[in-house]
């Protein structure tokens, strides 16, 4: 079936518009179809909250519309499946579709994502599964489909994947030819395996959920799918059947190892095609060129010359690989002068006792915290030392009540006071009146953190969803732990800001402000150190771009994220339509607020010496773009893989400098160490203010595990191997 041919400009995220029917194709061109009609609806095996129905869209041409109907938008899990099944579809038919073999799989013809009721189209067919062929199938046919069989597990390698659905229902035949049914319980080959499939037809470690995808899994159905077709029963499912030696055509399975319970034991689907024997697709065709070859070699290089630079203030100052051996030092503990023009930080000074710790209460009658005498206030940048008569509570009305605990004798009591306190900076006078959270003063280094882009860039969502994952437990797997700097501020973030992102709600644009205050922090201890309070600026990106007296917090931030936004950045004409929409125009000169920042802050050496990350928000809008999906379809690892974050910041850099100006690399250019990552704050695009189908965050602790490693939060990371 050839694809309708696209119209000009529809109006995205449409399903069905009167007499017409809108989706996206493969290479994210929408087309539109006049007066579809639509057949009954009916259950859609293995997609659990999806109905399938068949399609005719025009001149008699017909697919199969898997969809999640309104009334099932709640279903666990459903959307997850649907858009995991298109990621798998569109890599097969971007890598595969124009190909030679494209006839081993079901074709995609399109999809919306975003429309009310999200859906995928495939190509109709009318060919019949194995288990109506069951006996009728000769020798020459029987080897035909464990050629094609062989030959569709070894593509789905070559784009990552595992189909983990080959069973004789779901592999058809036409007569001629096998193909495979559509890849909706498809994993990336690597993942962590979720249990899926029975017996024989699924690998036991596949149906036990145990280990990591394998395409070897897929060649386990392929071994019991042959023993069917050709001994015409199924297998036991445990080990190699009795009967194997009998069964000669199953002879090159034996070879390879494919009935062994255990994919460590068995071949690769390469060594397989040699066995059966097959040409491999993959070694006589010639590779598709790496469009972003040149460009990750740009980037090492890049690296490379950062390094050198560094290496360049002196031998003194350089390791034996000849990387700076400066380690990243605090604004709070370096001079004014440091701060402001840059040079060498001061030492380090000594940690101070974990007695003062907020998380561990000192024994004994309570002694007043004694902070560090470099601390600073990270609003103002000048100098505060914990005073217990500028201590003050805030209540319900905003209003500032002195707090007095010289009665106050019982260490518990006094404790969970100052945990609720707040101190008031001797600097304030005026509008410009604030206070700190007394844990700021009396816990380990704090890291202050900043949010840089321009206005809609997503850097409020960002952030909410970053806390949001922090507030379920998303850094414990790291070894942090996090208790809020101040309860009451915490709760109120978490209520205004988190809630609403989770309960799919837009969140409102972050006003301008004329004197910065931090968003929200928190308390983030590892194992036998003293917690350290982490504190978030979130402004304004009109505030970001004005080179003012409110930015002047940023002489002071001790590391950034810098927000990026596909729309402005990528010209990719798949988000024409949604640029269109939304009014924003393609930016060549990059992000104003980024380079009113990295223009602002100290140097040292040519670089900031502050670290920093990158993040490309909304990747969901180009998801299905493989070097997006390769990141952004997986989930964190459960450990901080410095090899990893390099890796994903190459492929970052790669995916930018092709698709984008050099000027939104300025923060990797700029920064001594940065990080890129793909990430996604909702995972969709919101319609009336709210997300149709919720708030579905993706990676966004990347960013901010990157920047902890950096700055030495993250225990068993050495600091100096990340952002490098």
């Not at 125009?585 to 980024?594: H, K, V």
């Not at 990747?619 to 990893?644: I, K, M, N, Q, Y």
């Amino acid at each position: 079936m050839n694809t309708p041919s696209p119209t000009p400009s529809p109006p995205p995220g449409t399903t069905e518009t009167g007499s017409s029917f809108d989706f996206l194709t493969p290479q994210e061109t929408r087309v539109r179809v006049p007066a579809p009609a639509f057949g009954p609806d009916r259950p859609a095996p293995g997609r659990p909250g999806v109905l399938a129905r068949p399609v005719r869209l025009d001149a008699g041409r017909t697919a199969v519309q898997y969809r999640i109907p309104v009334s099932a938008h709640g279903a666990p899990h459903a959307f997850a499946g649907l858009e995991r099944e298109a990621a798998a579809s569109v890599a097969l038919e971007r890598r595969h579709g124009g190909g030679a073999h494209a006839h081993l799989f079901t074709r995609l013809v399109g999809y919306d994502l975003d429309a009310p009721e999200p859906f995928l189209l495939y190509r109709m067919s009318r060919d019949e599964p194995l288990t109506a062929c069951s006996g009728a199938l000769g020798g020459d046919q029987q080897h035909q489909v464990m050629e094609e069989l062989t030959l569709a597990v070894r593509l789905l390698e070559d784009v990552g994947l595992v189909h983990r659905a080959l069973a004789p229902d779901t592999v058809r035949w036409d007569g001629r030819h096998v193909r495979l049914a559509e890849p909706y319980a498809a994993q990336r080959s690597g993942d962590p395996r979720e249990p899926f499939g029975a017996a024989p037809w699924a690998a036991p470690e596949q149906r036990e959920g145990r280990g990591t995808a394998d395409p070897r899994d897929d060649l386990w159905s392929v071994a019991q799918v042959l023993y069917y077709v050709v001994s015409g029963r199924a297998g036991a499912g445990t080990g190699p059947p009795a009967d194997l030696p009998d069964l000669r055509r199953l002879a090159p399975l034996d070879r390879a190892r494919l009935y062994a319970p255990r994919a460590a034991d068995r071949a690769a689907p390469a060594e397989l095609l040699r066995l059966v024997p097959v040409a491999d697709p993959l070694v006589t065709a010639a590779a598709a060129a790496d469009a972003l070859g040149p460009r990750r070699a740009e980037f090492d290089a890049q690296l490379a010359r950062k390094r050198a630079r560094r290496a360049g203030l002196g031998p003194e100052q350089a390791d034996d690989d000849g990387a700076e051996a400066l380690e990243w030092v605090p604004p709070a503990r370096r001079s004014l002068r440091e701060r402001l023009f840059g040079g060498p930080p001061a030492a380090p000074r000594p940690p101070r006792p974990a007695a003062d710790s907020a998380f561990d209460p000192p024994a004994g009658p309570p002694a007043p915290p004694v902070p560090d005498r470099g601390r600073q206030c990270p609003h103002c940048l000048l100098p505060v030392e914990y005073d217990e008569s500028l201590l003050v509570i805030i209540d319900a009305k905003g209003d500032r009540i002195p707090l007095d605990l010289s009665a106050e004798h019982r260490p518990a009591h006094r404790q969970d006071a100052l945990r609720k306190a707040y101190h008031r900076c001797p600097h304030a006078d005026g509008e410009q009146a604030h206070e700190l959270p007394v844990p700021y003063l009396t816990n380990g280094e704090p890291l202050s953190i900043a949010l840089v882009g321009s206005s809609s860039v997503g850097k409020t969502h960002l952030l909410a969803a970053m806390l949001g994952e922090v507030e379920q437990g998303g850094l414990e797997p790291y070894g942090l732990k996090c208790l809020p700097l101040n309860p009451e501020d915490h709760r109120t973030f978490l209520r205004d800001r988190v809630q609403h992102l989770q309960q799919g709600r837009q969140l409102a644009r972050t006003g301008q402000q004329t004197f910065a205050r931090f968003a929200d922090g928190l308390l983030v201890s590892a194992p036998g150190t003293m917690p350290r309070p982490v504190v978030f600026f979130d402004l304004a990106g009109e505030d970001l771009a004005q080179d003012g007296e409110v930015t002047r917090f940023l002489m002071g931030v001790d590391a950034f994220v810098f927000v990026l936004d596909p729309l402005r950045a990528l010209g990719l004409p798949s988000l024409d339509p949604v640029r269109a929409e939304q009014r924003l125009p393609l930016r060549d000169l990059g992000d104003e607020a980024f380079a009113t920042v990295l223009n602002r802050v100290p140097r040292t050496g040519g670089h900031v010496t502050a670290p920093a990350a990158l993040a490309v928000n909304k990747s969901d809008l180009v998801r299905f773009e493989p070097t997006v999906d390769r990141w952004l379809g997986r989930a964190l690892p459960a450990r901080f893989d410095a090899a990893a974050v390099r890796e994903e910041s190459r492929d970052a850099y790669a995916f930018l400098a092709h698709h984008a100006s050099s000027a939104w690399l300025k923060p990797f250019d700029d920064c001594a160490r940065c990080t890129l990552h793909f990430v996604a704050a909702t995972g969709g695009r919101a319609k009336d203010d709210r997300f149709p189908h919720g708030a579905r965050p993706r990676r966004v602790l990347a960013p901010l595990l990157s920047v902890f490693a950096m700055c030495g939060l993250l225990p068993g990371t050495e600091s100096r191997e990340v952002g490098f």
